[in-house]
């Protein structure tokens, strides 16, 4: 790090050191890095994914629903942030907010079935019929 506290390298270093991060499952440091790259390159939707899915594996579900959520107002086809702001919601509590977001993923992509099990997981915790 700088003097000034910025992580040394460019944003392309900072995430892709998050990213070695989160692989070697040490997500709150992958997040604190990724959140210093999303504030340097907004835009970035890789940047952001990556905050996104450190910030969930790092029991930050309020963060991660805000970061899908603001990958989802980007491209709203996005399964992938559909999928991730519905196990984030639910890890939450927040169970309505994560059946609608999971069934909307398991439309968009039918053959990814860990997005349909997830989903049934939520509507039998709502009390729903899980199919």
């Known amino acids: 790090m700088t003097e000034a506290g910025t992580p040394d390298g460019s944003v392309y270093d900072w995430y892709h050191r998050g990213l070695q ?11 604190t890095l990724l959140a210093r790259a999303a504030e340097a390159e907004p835009a970035s939707r890789s940047i952001l994914e990556a905050l996104a899915r450190a910030q969930y594996d790092a029991g930050r ?5 805000a970061s899908f959520t603001l990958l989802i107002t ?3 086809t996005d399964d ?5 702001l519905g196990l984030a919601a639910s ?3 927040e ?9 909307l993923a398991s439309a968009m992509r039918p053959d990814v079935h860990h997005y349909a099990q997830a ?3 939520v509507r039998a915790r709502r009390g729903e019929d899980p199919s």
């Open 80 to 84: 992938y942030a559909h999928f991730g």
């Open 61 to 65: 579900y309020d963060e991660a629903i």
């Open 95 to 103: 169970l309505g907010l994560a059946a609608e977001h999971l069934a």
């Open 91 to 93: 890890r939450a509590g």
């Open 74 to 76: 980007g491209n709203p």
């Open 119 to 121: 989903l049934r997981g």
């Open 21 to 31: 991060l989160l692989g070697e499952r040490h997500p709150e440091a992958a997040a």
